[in-house]
């Protein structure tokens, strides 16, 4: 009985201490935002911070996002941002990698099967307003100037991909305003970071405003990477010491590939599952152009005056060279 009592007594004490923590945590994150926490430590606001956004412009924004326009605030439907696109066709708007801090292309496509996501070349919104840097890596060293500017600032990398990426235009103030608001609707909470009672009592000791701030942006990403693949030297041979695996190929297939190249997407040219279909990428593995899969991954097609509709190519980060030999494989797999 003793035991038992003594037990009981450590069980409740233990969860008391992890309560009080936690509570003590929320008495100053009550919203549960990331950027409140952040500021609550003495993190500079951003540019793009945005205070509480009014639920109005929040909706006005996830409809430009999702559906490509919206109505303004002069009660009229404004006209679409681009004629081929909305940002959903390449941004994903909910998390995509299981663990935040990491982009795991193979982990980020078994979450997306797991959760009905599409695999997608560009990255989630869902978090871009707690980033601190956009178009990153190799985006900068590639485009040089043209990315620059939009590489330190949310609001110009949401203007350079209206205009740019989505072969569209410059986005209206209210319309800016109403894409930050929804980012912001979708930034990071505090539960997403999965602190720790460790973190809670770092964050409550007499450590620096600086200390916590850095423990803090070490529970998420700051920014997503990206670097450019090459083709394979021999592209028959593929990527040296990689060996497909079909089965992971029809993911990324089925959820990336299909995800714009379906009756009803932002392609017009169907990838569907015929044999017909497999055989052009089988026939052209050997070859130079668009229907060789590892030219169209790397290379993508370019938005051109008369042909403005194009695909993005794939960061590494997005789709791995070990996931393009796998692709191969099923493709070479349903041609036979
Ligand atoms: C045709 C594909 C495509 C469309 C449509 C598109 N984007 Fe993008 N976007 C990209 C690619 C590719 C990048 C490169 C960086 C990345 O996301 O990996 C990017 C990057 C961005 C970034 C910087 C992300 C970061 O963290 O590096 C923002 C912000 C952005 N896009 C906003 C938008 C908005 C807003 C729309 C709709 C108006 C839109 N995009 C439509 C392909 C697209
Ligand atoms: C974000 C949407 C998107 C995704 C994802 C995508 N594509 Fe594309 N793809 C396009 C667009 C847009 C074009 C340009 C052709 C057009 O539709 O006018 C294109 C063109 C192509 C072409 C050239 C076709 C031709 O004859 O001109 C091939 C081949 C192709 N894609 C294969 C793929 C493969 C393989 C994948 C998956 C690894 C893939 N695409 C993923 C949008 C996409």
């Not at 060293?141 to 043209?146: C, E, R, T």
């Not at 007499?206 to 916590?212: E, G, L, P, R, T």
């Not at 569907?272 to 229907?291: C, H, P, R």
């Not at 509709?309 to 960061?315: C, L």
Request: hydrophobic letters at 35%; one cysteine or more.
């Amino acid at each position: 009985m003793k035991k038992v009592s003594t037990l009981l007594l450590i069980v409740i004490s233990f969860s008391l201490i992890s309560w009080n923590s936690y509570d003590d945590f929320f008495a100053f994150t009550p919203t549960n935002k990331l950027s409140d926490l952040l500021l609550e430590y003495g993190d500079k606001k951003q540019t793009h911070y945005r205070e509480n956004p009014a639920a109005e412009l929040i909706e006005r924004g996830k409809s430009l996002v999702y559906n490509g326009r919206a109505m303004g605030p002069d009660g009229k439907m404004g006209p679409f941002i681009s004629k081929y696109f909305a940002c959903t066709s390449c941004h994903n708007q909910v998390q995509e990698d299981p663990i935040i801090t990491q982009f795991d292309p193979q982990a980020r496509l078994e979450y997306a099967a797991e959760n009905n996501l599409k695999f997608l070349p560009a990255t989630t919104f869902w978090g871009i307003y707690n980033r601190e840097s956009w178009y990153n890596d190799d985006y900068v060293l590639k485009y040089g100037d043209l990315v620059t500017a939009a590489s330190k600032s949310l609001e110009e990398s949401t203007q350079l991909c209206a205009k740019v990426c989505s072969s569209g235009r410059y986005l209206d103030e209210w319309e800016l305003e109403a894409i930050l608001a929804y980012y912001e609707s979708i930034q990071l909470t505090v539960d997403d970071l999965n602190l720790t009672e460790e973190d809670f009592n770092y964050l409550k000791s007499d450590a620096s405003n600086q200390d916590k701030l850095a423990r803090i942006k070490s529970k998420y990403a700051l920014k997503s990477p990206a670097t450019f693949p090459k083709n394979p030297d021999n592209k028959i041979e593929g990527y040296a010491g990689l060996i497909g695996d079909p089965t992971n190929g029809k993911k990324v297939y089925e959820l990336s590939c299909q995800a714009c190249h379906q009756d009803g997407g932002v392609s017009p040219i169907l990838l569907d599952d015929a044999k017909v279909t497999f055989k052009k990428f089988n026939n052209n593995l050997d070859k130079n152009g668009l229907w060789n899969l590892y030219d169209i991954i790397v290379h993508g097609t370019y938005a051109d005056k008369g042909k403005p509709r194009y695909m993005p190519h794939y960061p590494e980060e997005r789709l791995s060279p070990q996931q393009i030999e796998d692709l191969r494989a099923y493709v070479v797999q349903q041609a036979q």
